[in-house]
């Protein structure tokens, strides 16, 4: 009997964890008639948002609402405590959905609700998301864009406007991006592949890779190494710090400016520029000097890896 009595115990426990896993998936559209130029506003807990563009005069989003219930019933009563809204004000489009009741006696991931966006606007159009578990991803879009995640990936096409990304757990990556760019990860790695604009990047885990950038104001990585290729000239002060990793930089050939590099864990290197050294040297910890007839500071730490500074 004993035996039977555990074995009963048992089986219930597993079955918790089954119904919890139970989903009911339900889809809402709605289209909405704006003008180019607009404003989609973007909000959700636990979903993912990706937004498109095309040559059109609406904004259309499908939303997916994925509930842990086990009958439509449930679902409903988890519908009921979420607000949920897709709904227009002027020109300015909103989704949002938010559970906010407290967890109690729960088993399972919290909410037991997630909605995730597919976003279709004009090109020309700005962006507000943000999402508390998911990832979110931009296609090509004319616009402002602000992108806030906890716990997911940003991804970005081509933006044709000031970019500003948030991620707490997550890789970043722009394609391009032709304005201001700032972008931060708490816990990924970081790549762009072209930025015009002043770009600012963090991260507190990852490398950062920065294939061409224009204007380069900072980069700074508590856990990884940085390369980056400086396509135009230094117009401020500029600075890269990798904490636990090298730091690679290219600049243009004729470039001035002020260099500032030094390492806690490795040498400096330069190779083809026109240095006239005040401190420091060739293959030491330090070097600094004057590029080109000098200009504005360009200055690269590092604690734990290698400098190198090329001119291509």
């Known amino acids: 009997m004993k035996s039977l009595l555990c074995l009963l115990t048992v089986g219930a426990m597993l079955a ?10 339900r889809t809402v559209e709605k289209t909405f008639a704006v003008q180019p130029g607009g404003d989609f506003s973007g909000l959700t807990q636990g979903g993912d948002i990706k937004v498109t563009s095309g040559d059109v005069a609406e904004v259309r989003v ?6 842990r219930a086990d009958t439509e019933k449930e679902a409903d009563e988890i519908a009921a405590e979420m607000t949920f809204r897709l709904e227009q004000q002027g020109n300015t489009v909103i989704a949002e959905s938010r559970y906010e009741k407290k967890a109690t006696n729960w088993f399972g991931s919290w909410p037991p609700v ?8 004009p090109r020309e159009f700005n962006l507000d998301l943000r999402t508390s578990g998911g990832d979110i991803e931009v296609g090509s879009v004319k616009g402002t864009v602000k992108a ?3 716990g997911g990936d940003l991804k970005f096409a081509k933006i044709d406007g000031a970019v500003e990304g948030h991620t707490s757990g997550g890789n970043v990556r722009l394609e391009e991006g032709t304005a201001k760019a700032n972008l931060h990860t708490s816990g990924g790695d970081i790549f762009v592949g072209r930025a015009g604009g002043p770009t600012s990047v963090t991260t507190s ?5 920065l294939e061409s950038v224009e204007e380069l104001v900072s980069a700074s990585t508590s856990g990884g190494d ?4 400086i396509t135009g000239p230094i117009k401020q002060d500029t600075e890269l710090h990798a904490s636990g990793g090298q730091v690679v930089v290219h600049v243009k050939k004729g470039t001035g ?9 490795g040498d400096v290197d330069a190779e083809g520029l026109t240095l006239t050294i005040e401190k420091g040297g060739m293959g030491k910890s330090r070097l600094t000097g004057t590029v080109n007839g000098g200009g504005p500071r360009l200055k690269l730490r590092s604690s734990g890896g290698d400098i190198k500074i090329r001119a291509d």
């Open 16 to 25: 918790v964890p089954a119904a919890v896993d139970a989903k009911i998936v």
């Open 62 to 67: 499908v939303a997916k609402q994925t509930f």
């Open 114 to 121: 997630s909605v995730s966006y597919t976003v279709t606007v």
């Open 148 to 150: 806030r995640t906890s």
């Open 205 to 209: 885990g990852g490398n950062i890779k």
């Open 226 to 229: 940085i390369h980056a290729t």
């Open 257 to 265: 400016f002020k260099l500032d590099a030094s390492t806690s864990g």
